[in-house]
């Protein structure tokens, strides 16, 4: 299967179709059920803008997945007591992902995760925090495990 992968800014798809559509395509619509809606829908509201990146997945001119990379302020003391992490950098990106259920198993995430380290992350730490037991071993099969920090 072919994959057209394409990076964007969020402050240019902000009011666009391409956020409709990725909002669509996430299991929930809702803030409160899904922690990719809650992102968005938090870095809607901030009025100076973070850096975010969305990047998205189309196979056969359908979008079946999308990241998000947003370059956040961790709080180093909120991260020590909370998560038991020592983030490395200040200004670190938090990297989440999504695909369709039915494209699942078939390295579209591992695609979009490759994409956005060569594209957006370069040589930065990521911050991931996995939901559950599948994306907790998605994460652990990455080779470059010095740079991706569960949270």
């Known amino acids: 299967m072919k994959l057209i ?10 009011d666009k179709v391409i956020l409709k559509k990725i909002k669509k395509l996430t299991l929930s619509d ?6 990719m809606q809650y992102e968005l829908h938090k ?14 997945c189309y196979a056969k001119g359908n979008l ?18 909370f998560f038991n ?8 990106w938090v990297f989440q992902v999504y695909v369709e259920p039915y494209m ?9 995760f490759h994409h956005a ?18 994306s907790n071993s998605f994460f652990d099969s990455f080779q470059i495990k010095n740079k991706v920090i569960k949270i």
Do not use: M
Not at 43 to 56: M, R, Y
Not at 85 to 92: D, E, T, Y
Not at 104 to 112: E, H
């Open 30 to 35: 809702s803030i409160y059920c899904s922690g």
């Open 64 to 81: 079946i997945g999308w990241g998000l990379c947003s370059k956040e302020r961790i709080n180093k003391e909120q991260v020590d007591w």
């Open 5 to 14: 992968i394409r990076t964007f800014d969020y402050s240019f798809i902000a």
């Open 85 to 92: 992490k020592k983030p490395a950098l200040s200004n670190s």
């Open 117 to 134: 380290i060569k594209k957006v992350i370069k040589n930065n730490n990521i911050y991931v925090a996995p939901h559950d037991i599948p």
């Open 43 to 56: 870095i809607s509201k901030k009025k100076t803008k973070p850096k975010v990146k969305i990047i998205c």
């Open 104 to 112: 699942r198993r078939k390295g579209i995430g591992k695609k979009i």
